[in-house]
Nanobody, 116 residues
């Protein structure tokens, strides 16, 4: 079982930056691929970024490439999402995800609001 707690969301003006954190419980964090997803208002949840268990592989949605960076610190059981040059379309609830084989866990989400 893995429990995930996101933090770092808030209100920011367009062009600003935020750093989201996701703290995970459990001793097996380093074996999980970790991802960030988001649900914009009135829309379905969508993929944002993913990082492999070792940190050696990363992938991003086209809409955030070059602006967002995912990273992890396995010693701290934490995954991060650095978000730069934010735009109003980035407004959403952001969710942390941990996945390994058939195991799939979600955090409760953190709200990010970007004003124009």
């Amino acid at each position: 079982q893995v429990q995930l707690v996101e933090s770092g969301g808030g209100l920011v003006q367009a062009g600003g930056s935020l750093r989201l954190s996701c703290a995970a419980s459990g001793r097996t964090f380093s074996s999980y691929n970790m991802g960030w997803f988001r649900r914009p208002p009135g829309k379905e949840r969508e993929f944002v970024a993913v990082i492999s268990w070792s940190g050696g592989s990363r992938d991003y949605a086209d809409s955030v490439k070059g602006r967002f960076t995912i990273s992890r610190d396995n010693a701290k059981n934490t995954v991060y999402l650095q978000m730069n040059n934010l735009v109003p379309d980035d407004t959403a609830v952001y969710y942390c995800n941990a996945r390994r084989l058939i195991n799939n866990y979600w955090g409760q989400g953190t709200q990010v609001t970007v004003s124009s």
